[in-house]
């Protein structure tokens, strides 16, 4: 075991891992975040996107030893300190981006890490940006409604698609 | 996964050090060879994590003009930094994956693993490039030995990559979407003394260039140059997602569609 230290949503952690423990695994079994989720395990449905350093990443494509030191990001931090949701967890509501939401935490930290480097991004933009991100439910519609909603743009043209 | 002690040294001497122990792996970023250690296709006793070197990460252009990548960089930072100065390879980074796949997959990680689909190998045989390793520098033409086999010895880093500066370049992947590979992809770069044309994602042998169309080109840089000429799909690849005929005929077509995009 290696004791292994970070910040997951700006609080200081730390644990003792093994080399091989992924940090979707630190996340959820010895932080109890079960917010990010693991779908396929390897590395293609996007449900356990997180921020490492500022970057989405696939934290089950990750070990956790590797983010030793850094700055993580999960879906616990996105809501605004009061505890409503923030602008893009709002957005998927009101446009009903989601059905069944097993793929909305890591819909959410993609969205949230595309917004941060291009804050009103096209339609196109948006469904390439979710190339790693599978939804079985939505079409994906909707989840890009709620991307558009969230860069402050119109999303009439995609509901008329 | 099986268990593994993990190092994660911060220069190149350590790494190798470290690869010098028994039944030890050198891990890039991970986004191959993570699945293939949870599929127990693969046991190492110990992983020496590459993202620690500092020396081994970002783009520069060297003083002959050429670029050289540092073989830690990751995809994302190659489509950022490249863009202005090798736009072709900076597009190709640009689609490799996903997103967060191209956040921590490193550009030595892609070509010491040789994924006989994967897209770099097609830039860096296309290219010319010369591999930098820890120990010595190997044309691409003497790098990729065959599907998931190099010219690297066990212990061996691949420090940077060094890619000419084409006067032209494209590159056309026909995109597997269930995997994000290529199903075939072909890179095309026109050079003051000749061109170069590599094609992934569709023959056994992993990577390799096309002669017959260098030529052709070489002569004359128009899609219509190499109209007449056809891949033997003898040694193409043939599964469920196409056959070795339609992987044979794809070569051609991406090959016209690179020279027509490159101008």
């Known amino acids: 075991m290696t004791q292994v230290s970070m910040t997951v949503n700006g609080k200081s952690v730390s644990g003792d891992v093994e080399g091989r423990t992924l940090l979707s695994s630190f996340l959820r079994d010895h932080l109890s975040l079960t917010g990010t989720h693991v779908g396929c395990d390897t590395g293609q449905c996007g449900a356990c996107v997180v921020h490492v350093d500022g970057e989405a990443v696939k934290s089950c494509n990750m070990l956790a030893l590797e983010a030793d030191g850094a700055e993580v990001g999960t879906i616990e931090g996105q809501a605004n300190a009061d505890g409503s949701l923030n602008v893009i967890q709002q957005a998927f509501q009101d446009h009903h981006g989601l059905q069944c939401g097993f793929c909305t935490p890591g819909m959410v930290m993609s969205a949230a890490a595309l917004l941060k480097d291009n804050p009103r991004p096209t339609e196109t933009e948006i469904r390439e940006y979710l190339e790693g991100n599978i ?21 009439g043209a995609i509901a008329a698609e | ?86 736009p072709a390879l900076a597009e190709l980074a640009s689609h490799i994956g996903d997103p967060a796949v191209r956040n921590r997959g490193t550009i030595g990680g892609s070509l010491a693993n040789n994924d006989p689909s994967a897209c770099y190998p097609a830039a860096v045989l296309g290219s010319g490039a010369t591999i930098r390793t820890n120990a010595r520098d190997i044309a691409a033409d003497d790098f990729f030995q065959g599907m998931f086999t190099t010219a690297l010895s066990d212990a061996e880093i691949i420090t940077s990559v060094r890619f000419p500066v084409p006067q032209a370049a494209n590159y056309q992947k026909f995109l597997q979407p269930a995997s994000r590979f290529a199903l075939v992809g072909v890179f095309v770069a026109r050079y003051a003394d000749g061109v170069r044309v590599a094609v992934t994602g569709a023959s056994e042998d992993g990577v390799f260039r096309w002669g017959e169309a260098e030529q052709a080109l070489s002569r004359e840089f128009r899609p219509d140059a190499v109209m007449g000429l056809r891949i033997n799909p003898m040694n193409m690849i043939g599964d469920l997602h196409g056959s070795k005929e339609y992987r044979a005929h794809l070569v051609g077509v991406l090959t016209r569609r690179a020279v027509a995009a490159a101008g």
């Open chain 2, 1 to 86: 996964m099986y268990s593994f002690e993990f190092e994660k040294p911060s220069t190149v001497a350590e790494a190798v050090a470290a690869l010098g122990a028994e039944e030890a792996q050198a891990l890039g970023g991970g986004q191959t060879l993570i699945p293939t250690l949870k599929q127990r296709l693969a046991a190492p006793a110990k992983l020496v994590s590459l993202s620690g070197i500092a020396e081994m990460k970002g783009v520069c252009v060297e003083d002959d003009g050429s670029l050289a990548i540092g073989g830690g960089t990751t995809h994302a930072t190659v489509a950022r930094e490249a863009a202005d100065k090798y």
């Open chain 1, 135 to 155: 939804c079985r439910c939505t079409g994906y519609h909707n989840i890009v409604k709620a991307i558009m909603a969230a860069s402050g743009q119109d999303v």
